[in-house]
């Protein structure tokens, strides 16, 4: 579903040249839901706007199903972004001047979708992650977590090839970011979502089927849950702390 070929990214300061992602390759198979975690500077957020593509990388290949996205002018990407790819932020992203069930219509406004099937399906998510009985308020007059589930409802209802989640959990409390979590696995499980997501939380990753950890700009090594979720935030509390200690960061 998402395949990543040889992708390198360095920054120009002056004379100096940063290298921060090195000949990155991976593949995310459909349906699967994978965290990318690594120390504050590792490439993580780098990583992920450049699969989105916004902003520019220099050398190797993204593929969105079967489609090459590389080369693609800033209108065909905006297609892409649009009708395959979704978004979760940390910050919500929310319109404050939309209600919940218009956030979540937006893709479909924007992509001009016939409105009684947008509402069917707005109405479908509204129910899967348990925000129906919000849906006719406005953000902030909802918690962070049914703002988060919003905007995961938000993110599926173009029913895009990946999701793609920055630090989804960061600004949440631990109940909240249960309640997330959750809407995760729950679009994973009921609706086959495939999930990219960056965090350093290894208690939010221990849900995942699989963690990639970077390190210094490149895999250090990928560990694929095979075990219950506390037995794998065990393993990779362990991993980190081989490390050196996993702090909140913000690449």
Known sequence: MLKVNNLSKSYKTGKLNYEVLMDISFEVDKGEFVAV???????????????SCFIPF???EILLGDQEITGLNEEQLADVRNRKLGFVFQDFMLLDGLTVFENICMPQIIAEKEVKKME????KLCEIFGISHIKNKYPTEISGGEKQRTAVARALINQPHVILADEPTGNLDSKSCRAVVDAFLQAKDEMGATIFMVTHDSYVASFCDRVIVLKDGKIHTQLRRSCKQTEFMDILLETFKQLGSLKNDNE
């Open 37 to 51: 975690m690594g120390p504050s500077g590792s490439g993580k957020t780098t990583l992920l706007n450049s699969i």
């Open 120 to 123: 069917v399906l707005a109405n």
């Open 58 to 60: 220099d050398n190797g």
